[in-house]
């Protein structure tokens, strides 16, 4: 039902800036409820919840890539964009777009995907 699909050159060189856009189908960005997320995985390592914009519009970054990464959207076409400054080698990864909503456990609050890009493997090399 719903379907997204990942865009973006597949190599960057080191020190310039990622730019990957995702298009859903099936469901708009601004459905009430639903974050639009970016999540990546570096060979061999575990996956990394990147950031997400929320239906109405706000941001939320991981810490650890608070000033590098930037999330935005326009809504006239469907379509969220991740951008990834001064990238390394250390940024190449498989990067999945992703559909998710908020959920607390323990007393934390955590964002769960329920439906995923295929994923698009971007190369961080000169």
């Known amino acids: 039902q719903v379907q997204l699909q990942e865009s973006g050159p597949g190599l960057v060189k080191p020190s310039q800036t990622l730019s990957l856009t995702c298009t859903p189908s099936?469901?708009?960005?601004?459905?009430?409820?639903?974050?639009w997320a970016w999540i990546r995985q570096p060979p061999g390592k575990a996956l990394e919840w990147m950031g997400a914009i929320a239906s109405f519009g706000r941001t939320y970054y991981n810490p650890y890539l608070e000033g590098r990464i930037s999330i935005s959207r326009d809504t006239s076409k469907n379509q969220f964009t991740l951008q990834l400054s001064s990238v390394t080698p250390e940024d190449t990864a498989v990067y999945y777009c992703?559909?998710?909503?908020?959920?607390?456990?323990?007393?934390?609050?955590?964002?769960?995907?329920?439906?995923w890009g295929q994923g698009t493997q971007v190369t961080v090399s000169s």
């Open positions: 992703v559909r998710s909503f908020i959920i607390t456990y323990g007393g934390r609050h955590h964002h769960a995907a329920d439906y």
């Open positions: 099936g469901e708009s960005i601004t459905t009430n409820y639903y974050y």
